[in-house]
Structure formats: structure tokens, C-alpha cells
Nanobody, 124 residues
Framework: RVHLTESGGGSVQTGGSLRLSCAASGNVASILCRGWFRQAPGKKREGVAVVDNAGRTIYADSAQGRFTISKENAINTWYLDMDNLKPEDSALYYC??????????????????WGQGTQVTVSS
């Protein structure tokens, strides 16, 4: 199994920045894709960004140009750098890991491993 722990959420004003971190432990060698998702109150969970083992990245349209996903293999950690935050970015953000082949794409179909979530609140 893989255990994921997020950190870095918080409250910022519109236009501010935050960095989220996700630390993985356990059977990390099984991970093929790492991602970030979010869920706002009353809305469905949505994919934000993914990065595969080769470093290829995919972003949701809402994140493109403002968010950057990256990974640091040596410490089994990946990040989501969020700039120019907007109130509509407010949500519970989850990191996720996927071990199935062919799931690191724009469909954002992750089932394997999830973190507990970290809250991001952007005030206007």
C-alpha cells in the first residue's frame, strides 16, 4: 500500500500563492502517476493536475497557466504550486497516486491512493 499525506493548505487573498505538498510512503515504487484533485462544497471532485514518472504534466483548463505540478523523486514528494489564486479555487485539495497503466491522462481517473485533504480558501 501507499500512504499519502498532504500539507500546505491555508487562507490567502485573491492573487496570492500557495504551495501544496504530498509525501508518499509505503510501496512508492508502484506509483505510475501522481495528481492533485479538489472538491468544493456542493460540487463534484475534479482533477487539477497530474504528472507521470517521466515528468509529463497535464492540467485542467482551470489550472493551466496558474498552477504547476512537480515532483521530487528522492523524497517521494510532489507539489502543486498555485499562483494568482481566485475565490473559485477555494476547495479541499487532495493528492492522489495511481498504479494502473494508462490512467495518467486528462480523464483524471484515479482510484488507488488518496490523501486526507488540505483546505485552500481564497478570499476576495
Amino acid at each position: 500500500r501507499v500512504h499519502l499525506t498532504e500539507s500546505g493548505g491555508g487562507s490567502v487573498q485573491t492573487g496570492g500563492s500557495l504551495r501544496l505538498s504530498c509525501a508518499a510512503s509505503g510501496n512508492v515504487a508502484s506509483i505510475l502517476c501522481r495528481g492533485w484533485f479538489r472538491q468544493a462544497p456542493g460540487k463534484k471532485r475534479e482533477g487539477v493536475a497530474v504528472v507521470d514518472n517521466a515528468g509529463r504534466t497535464i492540467y485542467a483548463d482551470s489550472a493551466q497557466g496558474r498552477f504547476t505540478i512537480s515532483k521530487e523523486n528522492a523524497i517521494n514528494t510532489w507539489y502543486l504550486d498555485m499562483d494568482n489564486l481566485k475565490p473559485e479555487d477555494s476547495a479541499l485539495y487532495y493528492c492522489a497516486a495511481e498504479s494502473r497503466v494508462g490512467h495518467c491522462d486528462r480523464r483524471f481517473l484515479f482510484d488507488d491512493y488518496w490523501g486526507q485533504g488540505t483546505q485552500v480558501t481564497v478570499s476576495s
